[in-house]
């Protein structure tokens, strides 16, 4: 396939923004690689069903985009990432064929499952144009509540109780320091502290379930448990969706606090969870005596080992200096994922610009693997070009 027909292929994709069907008896949806995220959920949710994929950027993020990085998000830890909820798909390979397998099968064990190849693949082996998803019941009830508490070692063992005690209703179990609620607050001025004093941790804590199962009772009868356990020192319980989504409105509004103190560090990090909170502490010590000046700010999903630690430079820092702290705080990062076994991208992909990191650190036979698969599918190399693989021994022979 040409350069041109390629280019054609892409700009079609501004116009593969339907939902071509959704099978409510089956739960299942087949939706166009253009459209937008927060239009299929709105879609499903009229008819009783839930795409539980969700992320800050589901106003604007594109279906094809979140299966092409294997998109995570908040509800990972119940629905897992969007590698699950992909059936079947839609692919324009290199040379311009058209890979129709759009069925919507839970259950198809013929071999080698093509579509995980072009899942997480960031575009590199085709070209996503459609999809065939699962859907999955609408919570009827939900209950939500922010945790106190002081270390992120206390984190991790109320979310080991609560998988134990209340098993799968466990929709989201989401970390947070202070520091979140402030940067929260300087993006939504409006948004009210829920405690009477700071804390030096968080935990926003979401169960969810159908209309038979008393969620509200369960966290009720949790909570009472963690707090005899000594494990939290306050918390709110939401009364309300209203209530419900301004606390909610902390985890996400934190993010575009962060943003409004300029260029700065952000990981997306994930390591073992029983190594998580010494991860975390070692990282930020390391982080803090070589940037004494800057914030730290360690934040994610507790339940899948995935946290983000960013780091905000001071006010009066030059945009020189905030490349520089990007550069050698990924360094920092980076090597002590390493020493616990984890990955440097937990659930946003490798790209152009961890490339060189991820080569780094992968193992040869594991490389030789992936330049085996690109060959196979794109031989000339046309298909984003620069990123995840490395192209020169791609092209080699």
């Not at 290199?94 to 190849?117: E, H, M, S, Y």
């Not at 109780?161 to 989401?174: N, P």
């Not at 010590?285 to 004494?292: G, I, S, T, Y």
Request: aromatic letters at 6%.
């Amino acid at each position: 396939m040409s350069a041109e027909p390629a280019a054609k292929i892409i700009l079609s994709l501004e116009r593969l923004k339907q939902i071509r069907c959704i099978d409510v008896e089956n739960s299942s949806v087949v939706v166009e690689a253009g459209c937008v995220l927060a239009t299929l959920q709105n879609e499903v949710a009229a008819k009783g069903l839930l795409f539980p994929v969700s992320l800050g950027a589901e106003g604007s993020c594109q279906i094809g985009g979140n299966i092409s990085t294997n998109a995570g998000g908040i509800n990972v830890l119940r629905y897992g990432m969007m590698r699950e909820q992909v059936l079947g798909l839609e692919v324009v390979l290199a040379d311009g064929r058209l890979w129709q397998n759009l069925k919507a099968l839970r259950k198809d064990n013929r071999g080698i499952d093509l579509n995980q190849l072009f899942i997480g693949a960031e575009g590199v082996l085709g070209v996503v144009t459609a999809a065939s998803l699962r859907l999955w019941p609408k919570p009827f009830r939900v209950a939500t509540a922010l945790l106190a508490l002081e270390s992120v070692a206390d984190a991790v063992r109320i979310y080991q109780l609560a998988r134990q005690q209340c098993g799968d209703v466990m929709t989201a179990f989401e970390l947070m320091p202070h520091l979140a609620l402030v940067l929260a607050q300087e993006a939504l001025p409006d948004l009210a502290f829920p405690f009477g004093s700071a804390h030096k941790n968080y935990v926003l804590l979401e169960f969810s379930g159908a209309e038979l199962l008393d969620v509200e009772q369960m966290l009720s009868v949790f909570m009472e448990r963690i707090f005899e356990r000594g494990l939290i020192v306050d918390a709110v319980v939401a009364q309300s969706t209203s209530q419900a989504d301004a606390l909610w409105k902390f985890r996400e509004g934190m993010n575009e606090g962060q943003a409004r103190r300029g260029v700065h560090l952000r990981s997306d990090v994930s390591v073992p969870i029983s190594g998580l909170a010494e991860f975390v502490q070692q990282a930020e010590v390391a982080l803090q005596a070589r940037f004494p000046a800057s914030e730290i700010l360690s934040y994610g999903h507790i339940g899948d080992g995935n946290v983000h630690i960013n780091v905000l430079p001071p006010a009066e820092a030059s945009h020189e200096q905030r490349l520089a702290q990007i550069i050698s705080g990924t360094d920092i990062i980076n090597t002590i994922v390493h020493k616990y076994s984890g990955s440097i991208s937990a659930e946003h992909g490798i790209g152009r610009l961890k490339r060189h990191a991820f080569e780094e650190q992968i193992d040869p036979l594991h490389n030789e693997m992936l330049l085996c698969i690109k060959r196979g599918f794109d031989s000339q190399n046309l298909l984003n070009p620069g990123c995840l693989i490395n192209m020169v021994d791609c092209t080699s022979p």
